[in-house]
Structure formats: C-alpha cells, structure tokens
C-alpha cells in the first residue's frame, strides 16, 4: 500500500514536471514571437509585454514623450516650433525685424557679433547687421582695383575722381561718430554717419568718391549733381560699384542719400542693382 502512494506521488510528480516545461516553452515561445514583432527590439518588446499586462501606458496613452515632457510642450508645438526655424533657415533678418529700433534706426540692445554677416556669399553691414569691432580687413584689393580703372576711363571724358575715403576701422568710426554727436546732436548724426561697429567703411569695400580740386562738393549732396557725379552715378556699375544710399530710400538703407558713397558688390551683381534701380537691402531681400 506504501508503494502504491509512492507511485501515485511520483506520477503527480512527473506530471506537474510536464505541465511546467510545456507552459514554459509556451512562454518562451511567445518571448521569441514578441521580440521578432517589435524588430528585436529588447526594451519595445518590454514595453509591449508590460503593457498587455496593464503593467504601464502604451506610448499613445503618456502624458508626452521625454521631450515634451522636458520642455512642457506637446507634440503639435514641437512640430510647430520645429517649421519656424525650418522657415527661417538661418536668416538672422527674421529675427531682428521683430526686435525694437530705437530713433536711429538701431536695434536696442543689439550686441555686436563675433564673425561678420554674409548673405548668399555678400557682406552686409548696415544699421541691423552689424560687424565684429574686431574685423578689420583693410581696403578691399579688387574693389581698389575696380575703382583705379573706373577712375581712368573718367579722366578720358575729363573727370578726375578720387576716393577720398574708403576704409576706417572701428575705432576711427567711432571717433567720427562721437565728433558728428557732440557737432549735431545724435538724432541727427544718426541720419548720415554709422555708430561704430555698423559702418560699411569697415568692411573695406565703401568708397566715397569725389573730384579733384572741388573738395567743396565732397561728403557733399551737391556732388551728384557735377558733371562728374553724374558720370560717375551712369558708369559706376560697369566696374563693380553701386551707389549705396540712393534718394529716396532713406526707410530702407537706414541713411539720407550720399550721392558720393559707393560700394563694390562686382560688375554682374552691380548692373543687376543698377537696372532695377533697387538698394542693396531689397537685392537681397532683407529688411
């Protein structure tokens, strides 16, 4: 009778044993289904067996991804965020047009940056971009070159112009700046001269330019009016140059018209600029 219960308990036994391996290779078989699911992904397939359990939220059901959760924004804000700087790409103008200007035209609080702005390859320098105190590149060698030949084909039609200014550096700005404030006032000094750091002279390609032995009409608005400003306003873009504060767009450049100061942008970009009779700013779209 004793050996009887011993079998019996020993059947059991073995049959327990059998229910176990089955229900762990079931097991096992669906670990192995689960993983080749989610890609064999360890940490999804968790995710997924932990949420069938009700153990956690499946993904759509949290409050927000780590990102959101982290910024306090939602997935439509990120996307939201995401296209503005997308539809920026990179222009700084976006951003400093929403910015304040004060009476001058300057925006308020604006730093000087460390690297000088180029737009599609051109650099800028006006009252919103502004450049490095430390950038100082000297007289522009193809500009110099462009204008000694400008110069010469106007001495075979009887002018004879001369660059009577053309690169300064920062700290020479600033002392024009501060002598043109203390003479006018900075209301109006604001209107015809660059606080330092803004002046195109800086970047070595601004070239006032005037006649020999009639200073009197140099810096001067009775320049463009000369026999020999008028030339100079008809052929300056055949050698690169174009007349950087026109009449007329005072709103845009930022200054009142300067029939006397020039900028080399090169000959192709120049007669572009010339013949839409546009500004630099409006030539590369920036306000």
Same mark, same amino acid.
């Given at each position: 009778?004793?050996? !009887?219960? !011993?079998?019996?308990?020993?059947?059991?036994?073995?049959?327990?044993?059998?229910?176990?391996?089955?229900?762990?290779?079931?097991?096992?078989?669906?670990?192995?289904?689960?993983?080749?699911?989610?890609?064999?992904?360890?940490?999804?397939?968790? #995710?997924?067996?932990?949420?069938?359990?009700?153990?956690?939220?499946?993904?759509?059901?949290?409050?927000?991804?780590? @990102?959101?959760?982290?910024?306090?924004?939602?997935?439509?804000?990120?996307?939201?965020?995401?296209?503005?700087?997308?539809?920026?790409?990179?222009?700084?103008?976006?951003?400093?047009?929403?910015?304040?200007v004060d009476a001058g035209g300057y925006i308020i609080d #604006?730093?000087?940056?460390?690297?000088?702005?180029?737009?599609?390859? &051109? @650099?800028?320098?006006?009252?919103?971009?502004?450049?490095?105190?430390?950038?100082?590149?000297?007289?522009?060698?193809?500009?110099?070159?462009?204008?000694?030949?400008?110069?010469?084909?106007?001495?075979?039609?009887?002018?004879? @112009?001369?660059?009577?200014?053309?690169?300064?550096?920062?700290?020479? #700005?600033?002392? @024009?700046?501060?002598?043109?404030?203390?003479?006018?006032?900075?209301?109006?000094?604001?209107?015809?001269?660059?606080?330092?750091?803004?002046?195109?002279?800086?970047?070595?390609?601004?070239?006032?330019?005037?006649?020999?032995?009639?200073?009197?009409?140099?810096?001067?608005?009775?320049?463009?009016?000369?026999?020999?400003?008028?030339?100079?306003?008809?052929?300056?873009?055949?050698?690169?140059?174009i007349l950087r504060y026109p009449e007329g767009k005072e709103?845009?450049?930022?200054?009142?018209?300067?029939?006397?100061?020039?900028?080399? &942008?090169?000959?192709?970009?120049?007669?572009?600029?010339?013949?839409?009779?546009?500004?630099?700013?409006?030539?590369?779209?920036?306000?």
């Open positions: 009778m004793k050996r !009887k219960n !011993k079998y019996v308990k020993k059947k059991k036994t073995g049959k327990g044993l059998t229910i176990t391996l089955l229900v762990t290779a079931l097991v096992g078989c669906g670990l192995v289904a689960i993983l080749g699911f989610n890609g064999w992904d360890v940490e999804k397939s968790t #995710q997924s067996v932990q949420t069938f359990f009700g153990l956690s939220h499946a993904p759509s059901e949290q409050a927000g991804s780590k @990102l959101d959760v982290e910024d306090g924004k939602t997935d439509e804000q990120i996307e939201k965020t995401s296209g503005d700087v997308t539809e920026q790409g990179g222009d700084a103008g976006s951003e400093r047009r929403e910015m304040t #604006q730093q000087l940056p460390e690297e000088p702005t180029y737009i599609n390859q &051109v @650099l800028l320098a006006n009252k919103k971009y502004p450049l490095p105190s430390t950038f100082a590149p000297g007289e522009d060698p193809a500009a110099r070159e462009a204008f000694d030949k400008m110069a010469a084909e106007a001495k075979l039609s009887g002018f004879n @112009l001369t660059a009577f200014s053309t690169y300064r550096s920062f700290e020479y #700005q600033k002392t @024009l700046y501060d002598r043109y404030v203390e003479r006018d006032g900075k209301e109006a000094a604001d209107t015809y001269s660059a606080r330092p750091g803004y002046s195109e002279h800086q970047t070595g390609l601004a070239f006032d330019i005037g006649e020999v032995n009639f200073e009197k009409h140099w810096a001067s608005s009775s320049f463009g009016e000369t026999e020999a400003g008028k030339w100079l306003a008809a052929n300056a873009h055949r050698f690169g140059f709103d845009i450049t930022g200054y009142m018209h300067e029939s006397w100061h020039y900028r080399y &942008v090169g000959v192709e970009m120049a007669t572009d600029i010339y013949n839409r009779d546009i500004t630099l700013e409006e030539y590369l779209d920036v306000k």
